[in-house]
C-alpha cells in the first residue's frame, strides 16, 4: 500500500534489487518482467530497471526517454517496451527480443495505447486499430501475412482472433479456429501457447500443448466463469469469479499448483508469472507463490 517493491527468487534474473533498492521504496506503481529482468513504473512517471543487463535490467542507453511520462511497460523474453503518455514506445533490451525496434519506429511516434510482448517479439495496438509488430520474425516479429487482418486490433471489433508467427507455438489457431470466430474479450500468451478468455467465461487454448496449449485436465473448470488468464513461461493460471484459481502447462513452471491449492480456492483477485513461478494476490493483502 506504500508503493514499495519486495523481491525475492534467483538474483541474476532480477530477484535480487539491492542495486536500485532506494528507488524502489515508494511510488511504484506497476511492475513488469521479463525472462531475466524486472522494470517498474513510478507514480512520477519514470522507470526503474534491473537484473540481466543484457535482457533490459539496463536501460541506460534510453535512460533520458525513461525519466518521466511513462504510463506502461510490457516485457518479451528478454527486453521492455514503454509506452507513454504521448502514445510514443521506447524499447531496451536484447534486440532480437524486441529491444530494437527501429524497423517500426516510424509506427511508434505517437497514437500506441497497448503493448503486448511474447518470448521475442512485440505488437502494439494504435488508437486506430492498427498493430504494428517487431522483433524476431519467426515468433510474429513479421505480421505481413495478416497484415490485411490487422486494421482492427489482434482480438477484432467483432470478437475474432487473428494469430501468425510460429505455428507450434500458437501462430497456427486452426485447431480451435470456430471458437476464436467472436466473443473473444482476452488473449494471453506464453512462451509456447495462447489463452483466450470469452464473454461468456470460457478459456479457449492452442499451441503447445506441454506448455499450456492443451487444457483438457482442467476443461471442466475453464467452461465458464474464467475473468483473467495470466501466463507465465511455459503454464497458465486463471482467476475464476468466484476467486479460485485453475492452472495447466508445465508442472514445474507453474502448471502444478497443488502444493498451494487450500490458499488458492478463494480470494484471489490478480495474478503474475514470471519464466518459471506464479503469484497470487489475495483480497486480504497477502501473496501465494508457486512454480520452480
Known sequence: ANGSVVTWGYAYFGR???AVAPLLNEGIVQ??????SLAAVKDNGSVVTWGNADYGGNSSAVAPLLTGGV???CGSGGAFAAIKANGSVVTWGAADHGGNSSRGAALLTGGVVQVCGNRGVFAAIKANGNVVTWGDAFHGGDSSAVAALLTEGVVQANGSVVTWGNADHGGDSSAVAPLLTEGVVQVCGND???AAIKANGNA???GDADHGGDSSAVAALLTGG???VCGSGGAFAAIKANGSVVTWGDAARGG???AVAALLAEGVVQVCG???AFAAIKANGSAVTWGY
Do not use: I, P, R, Y
Open 16 to 18: 535480487d534489487s539491492s
Open 31 to 36: 511492475v513488469c518482467a521479463n525472462s531475466e
Open 71 to 73: 504510463v506502461q511497460v
Open 192 to 194: 509456447g501457447a495462447f
Open 204 to 206: 479457449v487454448t492452442w
Open 226 to 228: 474464467v475473468v483473467q
Open 256 to 258: 502444478d499448483s497443488s
Open 274 to 276: 514470471n519464466h518459471s
